[in-house]
T-cell receptor, first 114, second 114 residues
Framework: AQSVTQLGSHVSVSEGALVLLRCNYS??????LFWYVQYPNQGLQLLLK??????LVKGINGFEAEFKKSETSFHLTKPSAHMSDAAEYFC????????????FGKGTKLTVNP | KAGVTQTPRYLIKTRGQQVTLSCSPI?????VSWYQQTPGQGLQFLFE???????NKGNFPGRFSGRQFSNSRSEMNVSTLELGDSALYLC?????????????FGPGTRLTVL
């Protein structure tokens, strides 16, 4: 069975600072991994996904994530935070060659301070 | 291309009633998945429909059911509502290629049970 752990339910950074949101996964089979963002009163928007190609994945809005099998991690980073990045971020996993079922972490709420 | 639409956006029901939520996927998508989002449990997978057949199911009681029509539109029904069913219900659509495709989420239906 797959599971996802997001370390830190709340992260606060200053505008222009590095954003680092942590995600560790557990999967009995090689996984697909995803990061989604949710703005207030909206659905989820895909930021990026790892599907066993390059381990460094670049997404939208300047975000990227690196798949590290040895650490079972898929941390999300952005070099310089913008005020518009304030939102809740979810890491998710699904089994490769498996299904549309996504298992989500509990989410990390990012606050960006001016 | 129109995104995933969900109707209604907001619903207020009382305990014991039943409710039907609707999801229209992106044109050409054959898979529709449903998720429940609550502050306590986070995002949880309910079920997935592909070509009018339930392909995956999460761990929810039988009060939660769904169906998909030939045009890929999907409905989910919750019978005998309980206070704990208050949540944001999200649907997502994709081409349904066993997890390799991006899932696109709708804005959700906010259900409040009084």
């Amino acid at each position: 069975a797959q599971s996802v752990t997001q370390l830190g339910s709340h992260v606060s950074v200053s505008e222009g600072a590095l954003v680092l949101l942590r995600c560790n996964y557990s999967s009995s089979v090689p996984p697909y991994l995803f990061w989604y963002v949710q703005y207030p009163n909206q659905g989820l928007q895909l930021l990026l996904k790892y599907t066993s190609a390059a381990t460094l994945v670049k997404g939208i809005n300047g975000f990227e994530a690196e798949f590290k099998k040895s650490e079972t991690s898929f941390h999300l980073t952005k070099p310089s935070a913008h005020m518009s990045d304030a939102a809740e971020y979810f890491c998710a996993v699904s089994p490769q060659g498996g299904s549309e079922k996504l298992v989500f972490g509990k989410g990390t709420k990012l606050t960006v301070n001016p | 291309k129109a995104g995933v639409t969900q109707t209604p956006r907001y619903l207020i029901k009382t305990r014991g009633q039943q409710v039907t939520l609707s999801c229209s996927p992106i044109s050409g998508h054959r898979s529709v998945s449903w998720y429940q989002q609550t502050p306590g449990q986070g995002l949880q997978f309910l079920f997935e429909y592909f070509s009018e057949t339930q392909r995956n199911k999460g761990n929810f009681p039988g009060r939660f059911s769904g169906r998909q029509f030939s045009n890929s539109r999907s409905e989910m029904n919750v019978s005998t509502l309980e206070l704990g069913d208050s949540a944001l219900y999200l649907c997502a659509s994709s081409h349904g290629n066993r997890g390799t495709d991006t899932q696109y989420f709708g804005p959700g239906t906010r259900l409040t049970v009084l």
